[in-house]
């Protein structure tokens, strides 16, 4: 800006309206007595005034206006992985090291030229990821480079950091020197914005020096492409890219999940290789295909040897159905595969570890497994499928389902419509049960926690005819809560949460105390819980346990960690007639002490033959004849929640088969089993295969993908998903609510709005900060919240940083952001500081401000001096006569005196 002229303006102009004070000075001189000469009091007062005006125009801020020329430089300096340390072009490559790299040596120059005056200033900022500290000396410039990441480049982020600290007196300059390859925010928008900022209102010129990217020998695997459905059985291609900055040869392995499918060794010539390989899909719904490149003769980076690719099939529906003895799910298998449904059978041990597995399958149920086999990540995985990938879950009863697997309180008793504990009927056998608690210095933190849960969730199964005690351990013991009615629940939780940590361990005296207390106690079952998680002090426990066994008084015990004494707990437990329990980790210890409550209550179950009782009759079981329905021997007793759909239940009302939706999926609790203890009788029934192959169908999830397409695209940290609908009659299917919801690797969720772009076509665009698999759930509803129209799921997989690719300079990049700005593109050093050749020669000016406030109140100080002389001296006796007065003004002071001259002495007044 070069028409800036000098000028004036107030900082706080709102002190103007001080100046009043100075109609108070002339006030002053009129009224005031002082019998000194006229004109000297006329000076006083035109003193004061003067002083007054100095002092508002500095309060007021007044501040003096001259355009400058000075600069303030920032050079921003790109330590990316991307930049190489080869010469610059038209600089002579001496030793290409880190330190001797092409930044340096072209700041080196530019520094030696002497380009920077004496008033400009200059500062430097390293960024990769973001931007580092701003320095004063090129040599700190790296210094600290880990600080900004060397895994990306985000030049939008390094321009906004430079911009911000340009202070307002200086004419801004940038200096960006980097290899133009972003891979994350949009470089060109913020050097525009700059405009916004400081006094200019114009964009800073921004000078790019392109720096040239790494030259070292690469291989890099560059994509997997596949198609992103295909039916079942179809062949279609696996394409590999491969890109070499040299010729070599390598070793090319594609995998499908964990499964090697092919190895061959190819040669690769320099610049792009593509090579197809054929493949088909049988019976999986989602298939990962990997590949990677090895063995080759030169290859700098391993990290971007490999990608990875995800294929959606569309066939017959598939359940996987996990159970605690897989034998004797063969009925239920066979029955499914009747009406077309494919399941694959697997033990615990085989529960998904991963989303991508789980979405190979419509459905997933659990029958008869116990909540102490499945992780925590499990179950959440479990609930994030079928919440926002909209997969179906379904839980099959069992001695160790529901309540008596100890699934109270758990994530998956949270998405199943029913809820494991129950109201406790009165015939049942009434409990007296001791929980012995380890509160040692061992168990401080998560630990004792847990424990502490996990009593608490023990104490709220129990029903008001059962008794419940709490004792607690270190080297001593005492009773947390005696033993007393389980209906005091609440007074007994607040008593278990006040426990603190403590000291050593002996655990032989709390056991004594229970067993001695339970021989007392009136009840039909008596039980001892122990929890440790260390070793004790020396005590017959063997003796004990023989004592307890010999009284009914049955004894589980748990430990906590690797070094809890297992052989002895494993001991006590077998002569004590109970379980034992190893808790690796300290958050699974409330189910296994809710499992074994409600295992030892014997109140979970009914084993009384009975005929399932239609509640709602439903379209989903159309055609199944329940009058004809043979008798069901047992089921595990659990509680309706508030908005299920109850379908059937026993004859003393308590569910059998129960269902709702939970997010985008359906989850449904059968209570009864499918295998020959309860369900012994239904293994023969006609309606078998056919009630629950309609029962799966209404759970599953439902893939719908007729009219309807989706196309997934990830580039530079972010990715776009395209949704084409068209409905029935073929016209485009405009106006419908579309939503995406996106799984990333860590399991964190987003919802995001698809928006229409064009007709019957939806878009949505999201981040992908992490590395590997994103589950996406598309779903279309009817306008105003209306039925479902279509779901899809989809997934990519985010590989390698775009760092690690092999790319060449982006000079087009860094020439738009050099003319956008008014900079130049790949100045020589000694130009880097000129501004671009335009049709305007005036130099770029910017508006120095300088505070007048200093100079003002000094001034006023040395006035206010003159102005006590003017006002303690009186300077008539050493001036003429002439200046005493006129005759036809005298002086006051000649009036009052009789025209008597003082002397010298006595002239001043004090």
Same mark, same amino acid.
């Given at each position: 800006?070069?028409?800036?002229?000098?000028?004036?303006?107030?900082?706080?102009?709102?002190?103007?309206?001080?100046?009043?004070?100075?109609?108070?000075?002339?006030?002053?001189?009129?009224?005031?007595?002082?019998?000194?000469?006229?004109?000297?009091?006329?000076?006083?007062?035109?003193?004061?005034?003067?002083?007054?005006?100095?002092?508002?125009?500095?309060?007021?801020?007044?501040?003096?206006?001259?355009?400058?020329?000075?600069?303030?430089?920032?050079?921003?300096?790109?330590?990316?992985?991307?930049?190489?340390?080869?010469?610059?072009?038209?600089?002579?490559?001496?030793?290409?090291?880190?330190?001797?790299?092409?930044?340096?040596?072209?700041?080196?120059?530019?520094?030696?030229?002497?380009?920077?005056?004496?008033?400009?200033?200059?500062?430097?900022?390293?960024?990769?990821?973001?931007?580092?500290?701003?320095?004063?000396?090129?040599?700190?410039?790296?210094?600290?480079?880990?600080?900004?990441?060397?895994?990306?480049?985000?030049?939008?982020?390094?321009?906004?950091?430079?911009?911000?600290?340009?202070?307002?007196?200086?004419?801004?300059?940038?200096?960006?020197?980097?290899?133009?390859?972003?891979?994350?925010?949009?470089?060109?928008?913020?050097?525009?914005?700059?405009?916004?900022?400081?006094?200019?209102?114009?964009?800073?010129?921004?000078?790019?020096?392109?720096?040239?990217?790494?030259?070292?020998?690469?291989?890099?695997?560059?994509?997997?492409?596949?198609?992103?459905?295909?039916?079942?059985?179809?062949?279609?291609?696996?394409?590999?890219?491969?890109?070499?900055?040299?010729?070599?040869?390598?070793?090319?392995?594609?995998?499908?999940?964990?499964?090697?499918?092919?190895?061959?060794?190819?040669?690769?010539?320099?610049?792009?290789?593509?090579?197809?390989?054929?493949?088909?899909?049988?019976?999986?719904?989602?298939?990962?295909?990997?590949?990677?490149?090895?063995?080759?003769?030169?290859?700098?980076?391993?990290?971007?040897?490999?990608?990875?690719?995800?294929?959606?099939?569309?066939?017959?529906?598939?359940?996987?159905?996990?159970?605690?003895?897989?034998?004797? *799910?063969?009925?239920?298998?066979?029955?499914?595969?009747?009406?077309?449904?494919?399941?694959?059978?697997?033990?615990?041990?085989?529960?998904?570890?991963?989303?991508?597995?789980?979405?190979?399958?419509?459905?997933?149920?659990?029958?008869?497994?116990?909540?102490?086999?499945?992780?925590?990540?499990?179950?959440?995985?479990?609930?994030?499928?079928?919440?926002?990938?909209?997969?179906?879950?379904?839980?099959?009863?069992?001695?160790?389902?529901?309540?008596?697997?100890?699934?109270?309180?758990?994530?998956?008793?949270?998405?199943?419509?029913?809820?494991?504990?129950?109201?406790?009927?009165?015939?049942?056998?009434?409990?007296?049960?001791?929980?012995?608690?380890?509160?040692?210095?061992?168990?401080?933190?998560?630990?004792?926690?847990?424990?502490?849960?996990?009593?608490?969730?023990?104490?709220?199964?129990?029903?008001?005819?059962?008794?419940?005690?709490?004792?607690?351990?270190?080297?001593?013991?005492?009773?947390?809560?005696?033993?007393?009615?389980?209906?005091?629940?609440?007074?007994?939780?607040?008593?278990?949460?006040?426990?603190?940590?403590?000291?050593?361990?002996?655990?032989?005296?709390?056991?004594?105390?229970?067993?001695?207390?339970?021989?007392?106690?009136?009840?039909?079952?008596?039980?001892?819980?122990?929890?440790?998680?260390?070793?004790?002090?020396?005590?017959?426990?063997?003796?004990?346990?023989?004592?307890?066994?010999?009284?009914?008084?049955?004894?589980?015990?748990?430990?906590?960690?690797?070094?809890?004494?297992?052989?002895?707990?494993?001991?006590?437990?077998?002569?004590?007639?109970?379980?034992?329990?190893?808790?690796?980790?300290?958050?699974?210890?409330?189910?296994?002490?809710?499992?074994?409550?409600?295992?030892?209550?014997?109140?979970?179950?009914?084993?009384?033959?009975?005929?399932?009782?239609?509640?709602?009759? *439903?379209?989903?079981?159309?055609?199944?004849?329940?009058?004809?329905?043979?008798?069901?021997?047992?089921?595990?007793?659990?509680?309706?929640?508030?908005?299920?759909?109850?379908?059937?239940?026993?004859?003393?009302?308590?569910?059998?088969?129960?269902?709702?939706?939970?997010?985008?999926?359906?989850?449904?609790?059968?209570?009864?089993?499918?295998?020959?203890?309860?369900?012994?009788?239904?293994?023969?029934?006609?309606?078998?295969?056919?009630?629950?192959?309609?029962?799966?169908?209404?759970?599953?999830?439902?893939?719908?993908?007729?009219?309807?397409?989706?196309?997934?695209?990830?580039?530079?940290?972010?990715?776009?998903?395209?949704?084409?609908?068209?409905?029935?009659?073929?016209?485009?299917?405009?106006?419908?609510?579309?939503?995406? *919801?996106?799984?990333?690797?860590?399991?964190?969720?987003?919802?995001?709005?698809?928006?229409?772009?064009?007709?019957?076509?939806?878009?949505?665009?999201?981040?992908?900060?992490?590395?590997?698999?994103?589950?996406?759930?598309?779903?279309?509803?009817?306008?105003?919240?209306?039925?479902?129209?279509?779901?899809?799921?989809?997934?990519?997989?985010?590989?390698?940083?775009?760092?690690?690719?092999?790319?060449?300079?982006?000079?087009?990049?860094?020439?738009?952001?050099?003319?956008?700005?008014?900079?130049?593109?790949?100045?020589?050093?000694?130009?880097?500081?000129?501004?671009?050749?335009?049709?305007?020669?005036?130099?770029?000016?910017?508006?120095?401000?300088?505070?007048?406030?200093?100079?003002?109140?000094?001034?006023?100080?040395?006035?206010?001096?003159?102005?006590?002389?003017?006002?303690?001296?009186?300077?008539?006796?050493?001036?003429?006569?002439?200046?005493?007065?006129?005759?036809?003004?005298?002086?006051?002071?000649?009036?009052?005196?009789?025209?008597?001259?003082?002397?010298?002495?006595?002239?001043?007044?004090?």
């Amino acid at each position: 800006m070069s028409d800036l002229r000098y000028g004036l303006e107030f900082t706080h102009p709102g002190w103007l309206a001080a100046l009043v004070a100075a109609l108070w000075v002339w006030w002053y001189f009129r009224r005031s007595l002082v019998d000194f000469t006229r004109w000297q009091r006329v000076v006083s007062t035109s003193v004061r005034v003067a002083i007054v005006l100095l002092l508002v125009l500095a309060l007021a801020g007044l501040t003096l206006l001259r355009p400058t020329a000075r600069q303030f430089v920032i050079v921003a300096v790109d330590q990316s992985l991307s930049v190489g340390t080869g010469p610059m072009p038209g600089v002579v490559d001496a030793n290409s090291t880190k330190k001797d790299s092409a930044a340096n040596r072209y700041l080196d120059e530019m520094l030696a030229a002497k380009v920077i005056g004496s008033e400009d200033r200059i500062a430097f900022v390293p960024f990769g990821v973001r931007p580092g500290a701003i320095v004063a000396d090129a040599a700190s410039v790296g210094t600290d480079a880990s600080s900004v990441g060397h895994d990306g480049t985000d030049i939008a982020a390094a321009i906004d950091a430079a911009a911000a600290a340009m202070p307002p007196d200086y004419v801004p300059r940038i200096l960006l020197l980097t290899d133009g390859n972003q891979t994350r925010g949009d470089a060109l928008q913020a050097a525009l914005a700059t405009a916004n900022r400081g006094r200019l209102r114009e964009a800073i010129p921004i000078s790019t020096i392109p720096l040239p990217t790494r030259n070292d020998p690469e291989v890099q695997l560059s994509a997997v492409k596949v198609p992103a459905q295909v039916r079942e059985g179809e062949p279609f291609y696996v394409e590999v890219v491969i890109d070499s900055n040299h010729d070599d040869e390598g070793l090319i392995e594609v995998f499908r999940g964990a499964h090697k499918v092919l190895s061959e060794t190819k040669p690769l010539k320099k610049g792009e290789n593509r090579f197809r390989f054929p493949q088909s899909i049988q019976r999986e719904r989602l298939a990962e295909y990997s590949a990677k490149v090895s063995g080759a003769k030169q290859d700098t980076l391993l990290d971007n040897n490999s990608d990875s690719g995800l294929v959606f099939t569309n066939g017959q529906p598939r359940v996987l159905l996990i159970d605690s003895d897989p034998k004797q *799910t063969e009925h239920l298998v066979f029955a499914l595969r009747q009406e077309d449904i494919q399941v694959d059978v697997r033990p615990p041990q085989g529960m998904p570890e991963d989303l991508a597995d789980l979405q190979n399958y419509e459905l997933l149920a659990l029958s008869n497994v116990p909540a102490t086999s499945l992780t925590q990540r499990q179950m959440e995985l479990a609930r994030t499928y079928v919440q926002d990938l909209g997969g179906g879950f379904m839980m099959l009863g069992g001695d160790q389902s529901f309540g008596l697997g100890g699934y109270y309180k758990t994530v998956l008793e949270e998405i199943l419509p029913v809820r494991s504990d129950f109201e406790k009927e009165k015939e049942k056998p009434s409990l007296a049960m001791v929980l012995v608690v380890d509160r040692s210095g061992s168990m401080a933190g998560q630990k004792l926690e847990m424990a502490k849960e996990a009593a608490k969730a023990a104490v709220e199964l129990l029903g008001p005819k059962d008794q419940v005690g709490v004792i607690c351990f270190d080297e001593a013991h005492y009773w947390v809560s005696q033993l007393q009615s389980a209906a005091n629940k609440n007074r007994i939780a607040d008593e278990i949460s006040g426990v603190q940590v403590g000291g050593g361990t002996s655990m032989y005296p709390p056991m004594e105390e229970a067993y001695q207390t339970l021989v007392g106690a009136v009840a039909k079952l008596k039980h001892v819980i122990v929890l440790t998680d260390g070793i004790s002090n020396p005590g017959d426990f063997e003796g004990l346990a023989q004592n307890m066994a010999s009284t009914r008084i049955t004894c589980t015990t748990v430990g906590v960690g690797a070094e809890a004494a297992g052989d002895l707990l494993e001991t006590i437990a077998r002569i004590g007639q109970g379980r034992y329990f190893i808790a690796n980790d300290p958050a699974s210890l409330p189910q296994i002490f809710a499992k074994e409550t409600l295992t030892v209550s014997k109140a979970a179950i009914n084993e009384q033959p009975f005929i399932p009782q239609v509640i709602r009759p *439903t379209q989903a079981l159309a055609g199944i004849d329940f009058e004809s329905a043979p008798f069901l021997l047992g089921y595990v007793m659990t509680r309706p929640k508030p908005t299920c759909e109850l379908i059937l239940a026993s004859e003393q009302g308590d569910p059998v088969l129960a269902w709702w939706r939970y997010g985008l999926g359906t989850t449904v609790a059968f209570t009864s089993d499918a295998k020959s203890r309860w369900a012994a009788e239904w293994l023969t029934w006609p309606g078998f295969s056919k009630f629950w192959a309609q029962t799966i169908r209404h759970a599953m999830r439902k893939n719908d993908a007729k009219g309807v397409t989706v196309e997934v695209v990830q580039r530079a940290s972010r990715a776009t998903a395209t949704l084409d609908a068209v409905d029935p009659s073929g016209r485009f299917l405009n106006g419908a609510e579309s939503e995406i *919801t996106v799984i990333d690797p860590r399991l964190g969720e987003r919802k995001l709005p698809l928006n229409q772009t064009a007709p019957g076509r939806y878009v949505a665009e999201f981040e992908t900060p992490h590395s590997g698999a994103y589950h996406l759930n598309l779903s279309q509803r009817a306008a105003n919240g209306g039925a479902v129209i279509h779901q899809q799921t989809r997934g990519l997989t985010v590989g390698y940083s775009d760092e690690l690719r092999l790319r060449p300079t982006n000079t087009e990049l860094l020439q738009q952001i050099a003319t956008a700005t008014g900079g130049r593109f790949d100045p020589k050093p000694k130009e880097s500081l000129l501004d671009a050749p335009t049709e305007s020669s005036s130099p770029r000016l910017a508006q120095q401000t300088r505070p007048l406030w200093p100079e003002l109140v000094m001034l006023a100080l040395i006035l206010f001096i003159f102005d006590v002389a003017l006002r303690r001296i009186d300077l008539s006796v050493w001036l003429p006569a002439r200046w005493e007065g006129t005759p036809s003004m005298p002086s006051r002071k000649a009036s009052r005196t009789e025209n008597r001259r003082p002397t010298p002495q006595t002239s001043i007044r004090r």
